[in-house]
């Protein structure tokens, strides 16, 4: 049974930095595509990042150069370093896994090409 577990989310000013983690089990990144997605009220779940097991990246234009998602293969962690946080970053963060094809498509930002989910981690950022 696959499981994703994200863990990191808080609490932060704005201009102030988290780093997100997602551990797997019964699942390995070394063959797929992993993301971050997140939802505030409201609001559509939107592809924030993702990356391949070759270590290729994409981002939404809205956090690049502010986040950057890593992976530990070894550790089957998968990680979203966030600087430069701002209010309109506040949301619901979730890590997705999909099979590696998904990474080399346009629709890797899409939440329906993905198949597995974690339960969600809260990202609160105030000015």
């Known amino acids: 049974q696959v499981q994703l577990v994200e863990s990191g989310g808080d609490s932060v000013q704005a201009g102030g930095s988290l780093r997100l983690s997602c551990a797997a089990s019964g699942y390995t990144y070394s063959s797929a595509c992993m993301a971050w997605f997140r939802q505030a009220p409201g609001k559509e779940r939107e592809g924030v990042a993702a990356?391949?097991?070759?270590?290729?990246?994409k981002y939404a234009d809205s956090v690049k150069g502010r986040f950057t998602i890593s992976q530990d293969n070894a550790k089957n962690t998968l990680y979203l370093q966030m600087n430069s946080l701002k209010p309109e970053d506040t949301a619901m963060y979730y890590c997705a896994a999909a099979p590696f094809f998904v990474s080399r498509s346009s629709r890797w930002s899409v939440p329906s090409e993905y198949n597995y989910w974690g339960q969600g981690t809260q990202v609160t950022v105030s000015s």
């Open positions: 990356i391949a097991s070759d270590g290729s990246t």
